[in-house]
């Protein structure tokens, strides 16, 4: 199975500062067919997840233009250009490139310095 | 707008069985592959289940293969989770996905404990 090892595992962020989170695989996640599969997904507390960003760095509707992901092969980053207060969560990456299982990050918890 | 919307979800005892439900509204259903993904109380995310939108093909995680059974019912735009011989380690918010997990119901709690 495809192991994802995020860092840092808490992140405290003041707010309007800029964050980013690094999620690394165990091997390359290039899809055969040429896309990457990684996933982003912001967990609020008593919330269910929530994807942000789709294949490594494409903004699902409605996510704020401050969330990017970026990366390629076995290194993936989601970055925050200016933490808000509503962004304090837990991040997961997640890999479908290598499948069954899908595999996800341990979580990276985001919280207000 | 997509929904999804699980439960089914308790207290049972190990050994014992449950049955989740996942209701989806908003879209076609048939056309979608779907998944259960669970959260262990202070733990990440595990997938469990895989199945396609006509149930030909389906997919377990190791730590749930031989006790977990998906299926669905496209009828009744309707995803389900059979659970037998739960263990204490299958204690959970288990929620239902749509495709590539991209929409989320808001889960059911499955507590397993004597």
């Known amino acids: 199975d495809v192991v994802m090892t995020q860092s840092p595992l808490s992140l405290p962020v003041t707010l309007g500062q800029p964050a980013s989170i690094s999620c690394r695989s165990s091997?390359?996640?290039?899809?055969?067919?040429?896309?990457?599969?990684v996933n982003w997904y912001q967990k609020r507390p008593g919330q269910s997840p929530r994807r942000l960003i789709y294949?490594?760095?494409n903004r699902d509707s409605g996510v704020p233009d401050r969330f990017s992901g970026s990366g390629s092969g076995t290194d993936f980053t989601l970055k925050i250009s200016r933490v808000e207060a509503e962004d304090v969560a837990v991040y997961y990456c997640?890999?479908?490139?290598?499948?069954?299982?899908?595999?996800f990050g341990q979580g990276t918890k985001l919280e207000i310095k | 707008q997509v929904q999804l919307v699980e439960s089914g979800g308790g207290l049972v005892k190990p050994g014992g069985s449950l049955r989740l439900s996942c209701a989806a509204s908003?879209?076609?259903?048939?056309?979608?592959?779907m998944n259960w993904i669970r959260q262990a109380p202070g733990k990440g995310l595990e997938w469990v289940s895989y199945?396609?939108?006509?149930?030909?093909?389906?997919y377990y995680a190791d730590s749930v293969k031989g006790r977990f059974t998906i299926s669905r019912d496209n009828a009744k735009n309707s995803l389900y989770l059979q659970m037998n011989s739960l263990r204490a380690e299958d204690t959970a918010i288990y929620y239902c996905?749509?495709?590539?997990?991209?929409?989320w119901g808001h889960g059911t709690t499955v507590t397993v404990s004597s």
């Open positions: 199945i396609t939108g006509t149930g030909s093909t389906i």
């Open positions: 294949k490594v760095s």
């Open positions: 997640m890999q479908a490139t290598h499948w069954p299982p899908y595999t």
């Open positions: 091997q390359s996640l290039v899809h055969n067919d040429g896309n990457t599969y």
């Open positions: 908003g879209f076609t259903f048939s056309d979608y592959y």
């Open positions: 996905a749509s495709g590539a997990a991209d929409v």
